[in-house]
């Protein structure tokens, strides 16, 4: 419940933006949330969950089992820091479907570590340009907000509005954070 009534004050947030900007082709984020982050008041993946519903899943881990679908093994990439990823950024345009760890780099590093099933997926980075994030300490050199990341692979894969729509969503959340 304490989620539902996070998406629902971001979504009041959004009135701060002017432009409204209908889905986007078939491109779809996953999310796979440390089970503390979903409760965490600075969390960013509210804000692309709470924009587009409908193409943005949230798993929360879990260290015991894979709770990602198996389906999507075959058509996920796992957004990583640029320097581990393996991926050229000319090979994300090959995929529709993009998981990202959505934690503290501390618990993403954990997560990381602690599930085979992340292994195996091609890892992918994006261009990006440096963070605007304030809301927590401990920021690692060149480290991405969750929102921060969407923003990033959006401009990338050419879906200019729906970018500039989620950054600006991003920019209303944190300003309400603060």
Known sequence: MLVWHAITDILTLFTYCHHVVVGFAMLHFHLLSHPKEVHRRSNTGQVIEALWPEHCQRYIWSRQRNVLPKALNTSMALLMPGDQASSSQDEVKGFQHFLIIDSTWQEAKKIYRQSPCLHILPKVSVCAKPSTFILRAN???????????????LSQQGYHQQAEQLECNYHAFMRQCL
């Open 139 to 153: 920021q690692i050199e060149g480290g991405l907000s969750t929102a921060e990341v969407a923003v990033n692979l």
